[in-house]
């Protein structure tokens, strides 16, 4: 899997019964996810004041690990999507197979720019099927999993930045100090109707990190260097949604 470029995958799903078998499945109707981690961790970076450490508290789930997600082929390049929370019922003839397509952009999950060299072990779960009432899957009858462990080549520069230093980076602007202090008074409350946002721009090849506010919705980030923490300067535009994703 070479890093910064997309990988694709092919999920089958194939009944090999007898009788028919009835999948479960939301509006998205995707058979298989899979996603991996790598056996690396991000630097922690570090939070010395209370700004710092509400930053890192609400990425924490993104910190917690170096994450590599495959996107069913119907989202790609779509950003961070949605499946309508609905029960549908297909039923899966003896024989019968579903075929889908999924995507890895060749980025650390949510758009955190290329990962390291190195391996990844990647999970493969699909569900829910059912055989005459009988659940199909492990042992607690929801669903199918295997694991592949993949290699992931031409990494990221390892003098760049980890994402938790980038945020402490960006912390470190008075200018950007000035703008979260400015969010934080009055009605208006720092993370409330806001929270971080934090995206690698391939395009540039340079990290956003700063704030995303709702109603209406916009982005104000610095552009930071991944090798050097440099500021190259402070940016106000939209969020479009069904481009950048939800943070």
């Known amino acids: 899997m070479p890093a910064g470029e997309p990988t ?53 789930d993104y910190f917690a690990g170096v ?24 039923e899966v003839q003896p024989g019968g197979v579903i075929e889908q397509r999924l995507q ?7 758009r955190f720019g290329p990962p390291p060299t190195g391996m990844a072990h990647f999970v493969a779960t699909s569900g829910y099927f059912d055989r005459g009432g009988v659940r199909i899957g492990d042992t607690t009858g929801s669903s199918l999993t295997s694991h592949i462990d993949l ?10 930045l980890d994402p938790p230093e980038i945020v402490d980076r960006m912390l470190a602007s008075s200018d950007m100090r000035a703008y979260f202090a400015q969010v934080d008074q009055g009605n208006r409350k720092l993370f409330d109707g806001n929270e971080p946002w934090l ?22 980030f610095a552009l930071i260097d991944p090798r050097t923490g440099d500021i190259l300067g402070i940016r ?3 969020w479009v949604s069904d481009v950048d994703g939800y943070p």
Not at 151 to 160: A, T
């Open 8 to 60: 694709w995958a092919t999920s089958r799903v194939e009944n090999l019964g007898r009788t028919p078998v009835s999948w479960s499945h939301d509006g998205c109707g995707t058979t298989t996810t899979l996603w991996g981690e790598m056996a690396t961790s991000w630097r922690p970076g570090q939070s010395n004041d209370e700004l710092g450490r509400q930053f890192h508290s609400m990425l924490e």
């Open 67 to 90: 994450w590599l997600t495959f996107t069913p082929e119907p989202f790609v390049g779509m950003g961070t999507y949605g499946c309508a929370d609905v029960g549908i019922t297909d």
């Open 104 to 110: 890895w952009n060749g980025q650390v999950s949510p």
């Open 151 to 160: 290699w992931v080549s031409g990494g990221r520069d390892p003098r760049w």
């Open 199 to 220: 995206r690698f721009n391939v395009d540039v090849q340079l990290w956003e990190a700063g704030l995303i506010e709702y109603g209406p919705s916009k982005l104000h």
């Open 236 to 238: 106000d535009r939209a």
